[in-house]
């Protein structure tokens, strides 16, 4: 009955959902006229969003099963160091911008009106991250640094240029924030409420920029503002 919204990413959008999360913001901003659906998979890489791409998004012979969006929100797992301990979640940054391209190229091939919307991966706070490993850490060392994110970040945006589509530049637009380490980022990676509310804003506003948006979306039903308290049921008759 509602157009959808599909958010299609790694932990970051996995756990989006959670409270104050931007996922949720997200679909508490539609609320009423859009369906935000959660497709985020800890952990993931392109590399391995590239073998689910088919079950995650089947294919449909009805157009109007097309979503309105896609976030596509990949990077912090790519960006793990290939020499330290979360080494199997590499992907080298040329690999990782060629599977961004495949990735939007199955979805625009599946859903040519759908609005692409990538996200960069956020920056790293290096501290954060030793304080707060996912695995055992012999060596001592952050397993993903800020450099190396900066590096997957233009990557995305470059792929967003290159394939005409908008992009949200995560990694520099949080840096903008005095210390955003701390602020927008709970262990050095993932996003704290603040954090989640840059994204929020950004995604709203990219979408809003690409023609989606409360004021050109119509709800799905009679809001109650709109049900004559003498005649309610005169308003779903049409």
Not at 15 to 44: C, I, K, N, P, Q
Not at 104 to 112: A, G, H, M, N, Y
Not at 213 to 221: A, G, N, R
Request: with cysteine; hydrophobic share 35%.
């Amino acid at each position: 009955m509602r157009p959808k919204i599909y958010l299609f990413g790694d932990s970051i959008t996995e756990e989006s959902f959670g409270d104050g999360g931007w996922g949720a913001s997200l679909a508490h901003h539609f609320s009423r006229t859009v369906d935000v659906v959660l497709r985020g998979y800890s952990g993931y890489n392109t590399r391995w969003a590239l073998q689910v791409l088919e079950s995650v998004f089947p294919s449909s012979e009805n157009r109007e099963d097309a979503p309105l969006a896609v976030t596509v929100f990949f990077g912090a797992n790519d960006a793990c160091l290939p020499d330290r301990c979360s080494a199997f979640q590499h992907v080298p940054v040329n690999e990782y911008k060629q599977n961004l391209h495949s990735i939007v190229s199955f979805l625009k091939k599946r859903w040519p009106t759908t609005c692409i919307l990538l996200i960069t991966p956020p920056p790293i706070d290096e501290d954060g991250r030793l304080r707060h490993p996912y695995i055992d850490n012999p060596s001592n060392l952050p397993e993903r640094t800020n450099k190396a994110a900066g590096a997957y970040s233009e990557a995305c945006v470059a792929v967003a240029r290159e394939s005409g589509n908008p992009v949200i530049d995560l990694w520099t637009k949080m840096q903008q924030f005095p210390d955003w380490e701390k602020a927008h980022l709970r262990d050095g990676l993932h996003l704290t409420p603040r954090g989640n509310m840059v994204v929020i804003e950004e995604v709203v506003l990219k979408l809003k920029n690409e023609g989606l948006s409360l004021e050109s979306l119509p709800v799905d039903l009679p809001l109650i503002t709109n049900i004559d308290p003498k005649d309610p049921l005169k308003a779903f008759q049409n």
